[in-house]
């Protein structure tokens, strides 16, 4: 049975890993820089490697981040319907998960984009 508190804590997940998700990215965009200025200034071929598997690792995190955030939404939606079968139709608990679930819908649109 879905609580406010449960609610909370589950759009509180949604919104951290969203925030892990853009992290990710940002540091994707970083790595993939440092390792282009390698290329161009012909760094060791061996520290190349190196940062090539840093940049690897970070993208293979972003897959990882989608899936749980889809599945962290899918909580979400299934303890928001729930709570409002009960009639909590209003609070700042059940707003707050609803803003949540239309931001992370809306990355996932751009994403697919």
């Known amino acids: 049975m879905a609580t406010l508190r449960s609610l909370k804590i589950k759009t509180s997940t949604c919104k951290r890993i969203v925030k ?18 390698m290329k161009e200034k012909g760094a060791d071929p061996y520290d190349l490697k190196q940062q090539e598997n840093v940049l690897a690792e970070s993208r293979m ?15 979400l939606k299934g303890a928001l319907a729930e709570l409002e079968e009960l009639d909590h139709k209003e609070g700042i608990e059940i707003e707050d998960a609803r803003s949540t679930i239309m931001e992370v819908e809306k990355l996932f649109e751009t994403t697919e984009d």
């Open 20 to 37: 892990e998700l853009h992290s990710y990215e940002k540091e994707v965009e970083r790595e993939a820089v440092k390792t282009s200025e």
């Open 61 to 75: 995190m972003i897959p990882d981040c989608h899936k749980r955030l889809e599945s962290s939404l899918a909580d």
